[in-house]
């Protein structure tokens, strides 16, 4: 057999920015175990643009097909994978048809935004003994899997407790007010679409299932209420024109990736990427608040917030035998670039620090009875600490031996999702919510069954 026919053949459906990492490995790093045969996106402008951008760095020649035609695609090209990079509330509707095409799904966090469409494409995995693949990065950084050795190596005996906390800045937060992503009805709200990562950090750390779930939160920040309270007019504000000097506004034409894949292909479909976050029509919160309960009897504090001044995470692991404290601080300050905005707001960095705060990590492990000890991260090269790298080698290569067990399946991606989907619902309800009792698909729950991924 030669090696053209062994590769495995993928199409990749959603060309937004995130598709990116996907492409390249596949066009380089990756080219000799897989093969890209079509590339697809409801916005032809968009599409172009990734087709020139693989010909030009990579010498190679992709078709494009419409959406709508993945499954005849599927069935004409041999396609093997799919790989789902689209927003978040297309992701049920491809997976089904992939996984009923004969493809396997490897998708982008979150699986889905609802219960509805998370049992359906468990259905759709148990009737076509297909597989679901969720990428879910955050694991594979060496930070956090410093974390998750040392909690299933024992050193705090049997977990309590997690405090997690997680800030987005007023670069990175605010950018979820600009986008789709802002009516829940497409994200699941942040809840979903961002917390997700870290609710299945949560479960992959414990080795744990959520049992149940109480939230509290709202939109007490961005959108239009609150900017009238806060004394925000309109004047100025929300427009291109004066995105320059109004550091909540993003101005695309300064930055080149976003100018040609959103504002020079608008006329194709009207989506507008930079929409001013203090407008009509939000309907995800800002400030999140929530109680889990675990299988294991340990419990979940966690809390986000949309609109700090600096961006991180800071995790307490609580055990019968001592505690672990892991700190990040991905950006130390939102700081004005030149011409008083900040741009990039979807990448943080760590050039912009504060004497007060600096940008790092530290994961700090404490027994009872003994002093404090920090615990080393080897951090590799690349993106999130070389994190990146192994995951890409998990999709395109097969997992190999890991004692992390880092790679999700589609169990994991159900899990990572139900504490954001009891969350909304306890947010409507005002009541705690069990995971048991929603319907996603999980086995042994309701409207669960065994499957596949």
């Not at 396997?104 to 049992?119: G, H, I, Q, R």
């Not at 003994?129 to 594979?140: I, L």
């Not at 961006?311 to 700081?335: C, F, K, M, S």
């Not at 159900?414 to 954001?420: D, E, L, M, P, W």
Request: net charge negative; proline share 4%; charged share 25%.
């Amino acid at each position: 057999m030669s090696t053209e026919k062994s590769r495995t053949r993928y199409v990749v459906i959603g060309l937004g920015s995130r598709c990116m990492m996907y492409l390249d490995a596949i066009a380089d790093s990756h080219a000799d175990v897989a093969e890209l045969v079509g590339i697809a996106d409801t916005n032809p402008g968009r599409a172009d643009f990734h087709q020139q951008r693989l010909q030009q760095l990579h010498g190679l020649q992709v078709p494009t097909f419409e959406p709508e035609a993945l499954a005849s695609v599927i069935g004409e090209q041999r396609v093997d994978r799919v790989i789902i990079t689209s927003p978040d509330f297309t992701h049920a509707d491809l997976i089904v048809e992939s996984l009923t095409a004969g493809a396997d799904a490897v998708v982008e966090k979150p699986l889905t935004v609802d219960a509805a469409s998370s049992a359906r494409i468990a259905r759709a995995v148990e009737q076509s003994g297909r597989t679901v693949t969720v990428t879910f990065n955050y694991r594979y950084s060496p930070r956090n899997t410093a974390l998750k050795a040392a909690i299933q190596a024992g050193e705090i005996g049997q977990v309590t407790s997690v405090d997690f906390s997680w800030v987005l800045d007023t670069v990175h937060g605010a950018d979820y007010f600009r986008r789709w992503h802002r009516q829940k009805e497409y994200s699941g709200g942040l809840l979903v679409h961002k917390a997700s990562h870290h609710f299945d950090l949560v479960n992959w750390w414990l080795a744990d299932a959520p049992q149940r779930v109480y939230a509290s939160g709202g939109l007490k920040f961005y959108g239009a209420e609150n900017a009238a309270r806060r004394g925000i007019t309109p004047q100025g504000r929300g427009t291109r024109e004066g995105a320059q000097t109004d550091p909540f506004a993003l101005d695309l034409r300064t930055d080149e990736k976003l100018r040609s894949l959103y504002l020079d292909n608008e006329h194709h479909d009207g989506y507008l990427r930079d929409q001013d976050v203090f407008s009509e029509g939000i309907t995800i919160e800002d400030n999140l608040a929530l109680v889990v309960d675990y299988a294991s009897g340990a419990v979940l504090n966690y809390s986000l917030n949309a609109h700090s001044p600096w961006e991180g995470y800071r995790v307490a692991v609580n055990g019968t035998e001592g505690r672990l404290e892991l700190d990040v601080v991905e950006r130390a300050a939102v700081l004005p670039a030149e011409g008083g905005v900040p741009v990039d707001p979807s990448v943080t960095d760590d050039e912009q620090s504060s004497a007060v705060r600096a940008a790092g990590e530290r994961l700090v492990l404490q027994r009872h009875w003994e002093e404090a000890r920090e615990i080393t991260i080897v951090n590799g090269e690349g993106s999130h600490g070389g994190g990146d790298k192994l995951l890409l080698d998990d999709i395109f290569r097969g997992p190999g031996e890991d004692p992390y067990r880092r790679p999700a399946g589609l169990t994991d991606g159900i899990q990572a999702i139900a504490v954001g989907v009891c969350g909304n619902k306890s947010l409507q309800t005002r009541l705690p919510v069990e995971v048991a009792e929603v319907e996603l698909g999980l086995p042994g729950a309701a409207g669960g069954g065994s499957h596949h991924g």
